[in-house]
């Protein structure tokens, strides 16, 4: 992957622009010289936090959970050719991920403050989940190099197929069918095998008039976004807050490495900046009824208000975890039903495989409900509560 060498600089050897191979350093370098042009590039990571998994994360990742869909590879749910004969998987999926259920993370948020203090040139993003609209980020300021769940198509005739009717295909798990020529409808998300929307090609060549690049929560695996860090011109600091070390980065000198996860990292770079209050309260402006208290301008809630609330989200929260769960049931149970005696085998084998990988007993996964597979901290977070 790229074509840089994955020898990490030392951080005694010196940095050719930056005062200090670090977040202090960085900090430095926006306040000096005027930075004004900040390319960002997001993956799975920055929205684990939200509880949405990230795809190739040992345990926890999509793709090490999805043994309940019997595929030949994980990576097939998202795979053109692999939907054109079976799009079921990616529909039992689909509802789970599908937008509308998760609050942006504190990573988001510094986004869109980023945004806000007229430094963002462009942000980059391999997720459908559209967090970084909802934490404020501008539509024309993102580019959606994986596509999003926003609109959907026919993937033969082409034609557009209506909103309302996705959503209660995906709500039902149902495969829908364009209205026009029978063909099969999916989300406007770019499988493997499919090409990027024009907006990546488009400004594709942004990276390269950057003066600071900051890259959070993605391995980098996945051309050919993985090979947009490597267009940031040499002596341009490059960031990279993730939880490992990815694509080649730290291999030049004003690479900064900041492992750990992005919620901290952002935190601290804001902290850094004197930007910390602002953060805090942008995040906590993306709470999910905060919005429309603004909007109605109402005085801000008393102290019972704010305790009946967090009531009701306790209350949502466990509803929704037992909605996930009948959901589940209702799977295992469909495939054991849809199965030969010899797949009703296999299917038992794969629950247990399941249930061990996630460390939970396999009540305990049909406790934490449909998502343990997904999310599997949900089983951890459950039984040790
Ligand atoms: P991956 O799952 O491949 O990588 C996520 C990266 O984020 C890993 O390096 C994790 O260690 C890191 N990570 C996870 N949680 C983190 C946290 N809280 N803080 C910091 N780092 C964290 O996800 P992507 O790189 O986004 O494509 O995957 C790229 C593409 O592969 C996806 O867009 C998807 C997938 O197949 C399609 O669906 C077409």
Known sequence: ??????????????????????????????????????????GAGISTSAGIPDFRSPDTGLYSN????????????????????????????????????????????????????????KHFTQNIDCLERLAGVPGDMIVEAHGSFATQHCIDCKAEYPDDLMKAAVAKEEVPHCLQCQGLVKPDIVFFGEALPADFFENRELPEQADLCIIMGTSLTVQPFASLPGLVREGVPRVLINMERVGGLGSRPDDVLV????????????RALG?????????????????????????????EEQLQDEVDRLTEE????????????????????????????????????????????????????????????????????
């Open 1 to 42: 992957m790229g074509n840089e060498s994955s020898t990490v600089v030392d951080d005694s050897t010196p940095p050719s622009v930056l005062e200090a191979r670090n977040l202090e350093g960085v900090a430095k370098y926006i306040k000096q010289r005027s930075v004004q042009r900040v390319v960002v590039m997001v």
């Open 66 to 121: 999805l043994a309940y869909l019997d595929l030949p590879e994980p990576e097939d749910v998202f795979d053109i050719g692999f939907f054109r004969e079976n799009p079921r998987p990616f529909y039992a999926l689909a509802r789970e991920l599908a937008p509308g259920q998760f609050r942006p993370t504190i990573a988001h948020s510094f986004i869109k403050l980023l945004y806000d203090e007229g430094l963002l040139m």
């Open 259 to 270: 492992l750990g996860d992005c919620d901290t990292g952002v935190r601290k770079l804001a």
């Open 275 to 303: 930007w910390e209050q602002q953060l805090e309260a942008m995040w906590e402006a993306t709470k999910p009824d905060q919005g429309t208290r603004e909007a109605e301008q109402g005085p801000p809630p008393t102290r």
């Open 318 to 385: 466990v509803d929704r975890t037992l909605g996930f769960s009948s959901a589940y049931e209702e799977r295992v149970r469909r495939h054991l039903e849809g199965t030969s005696s010899q797949k009703t085998d296999s299917a038992e084998e794969t629950t247990r495989r399941t249930t061990t990988t996630t460390g939970a007993g396999q009540n305990d996964s049909e406790s934490v409900g449909g998502l343990g597979h997904v999310f599997p901290h949900l089983a951890r977070a459950n039984k040790s509560g």
